[in-house]
């Protein structure tokens, strides 16, 4: 369990490195909530993006982004309102959902950014 939560660890901070190189800039990592937890939460310019990161060393049974099923986008987009409703600065910003897919060896992963992976409303 110890080196499964050292790995995603790893991996989430190797992703957030990533969108901040592709110019994203830092808000929150690790939001957690009851309803569920938040990977990373960045700024694109104006717009707040909250990111599920999703590792998957092979992409045999669908990849990372394949396992962001309806269940999970739920509980992500529940999180997102109780961290807009926490984080009032944000408020009226606009918001968008994407997904990191990780894969390869966890300690130089390949990473594909989905940008808008899904709707609070799918």
Known sequence: M?????????????????????????????ANYRFGELDLVMLDRDTLVFVEVRYRRDARFGGGAASVDAGKRRKLVKAAQIFLATHRAFSDAPCRFDVVDASGEADAPVFTWLRDAFRADD
Request: proline residues 0%.
């Open 2 to 30: 110890t080196n499964t939560r050292a790995r995603g660890a790893g991996i989430e901070a190797a992703a957030r490195d990533f969108l901040l190189g592709q110019g994203l800039r830092a808000v929150a990592a690790n």
